[in-house]
């Protein structure tokens, strides 16, 4: 059974960083994609950032020059460094693991909020 487990969500004030993690088991395959969602309260779950296999980043306009997702293909991590947080990037974080652009698998979410 493939499971995703998220870490390093938490409480910091509008400026300051975090880093989350995710790691991947219950399969001998890499990812051909691994990102990460976000989902406010009354919003619905969108993409914050993702990374193929083979390197390709793709950011929400929203996050651009503030977050960094890394991953480790050996490993089945994924990584989000997120920088000079807003209020607005207040959500719960949901690590997101991909195959073939059918078959999806999600974590249970971490919670991030940013205070003014």
């Known amino acids: 059974q493939v499971q995703l487990v998220e870490s390093g969500g938490g409480l910091v004030q509008a400026g300051g960083s975090l880093r989350l993690s995710c790691a991947a088991s219950?399969?001998?395959?890499?990812?051909?994609?691994m990102g990460w969602y976000r989902q406010a309260p009354g919003k619905q779950r969108e993409l914050v950032a993702a990374?193929?296999?083979?390197?390709?980043?793709n950011y929400a306009d929203s996050v651009k020059g503030r977050f960094t997702i890394s991953r480790d293909n050996a490993k089945n991590t994924v990584s989000l460094l997120m920088n000079s947080l807003k209020p607005e990037d207040t959500a719960v974080y949901y690590c997101?693991?991909?195959?073939?652009?059918?078959?999806?698998?999600w974590g249970q979410g971490t919670q991030v909020t940013v205070s003014s």
């Open positions: 990374i193929t296999s083979g390197g390709i980043i």
């Open positions: 219950g399969t001998g395959f890499s990812f051909n994609a």
């Open positions: 997101n693991g991909n195959f073939f652009g059918r078959y999806d698998y």
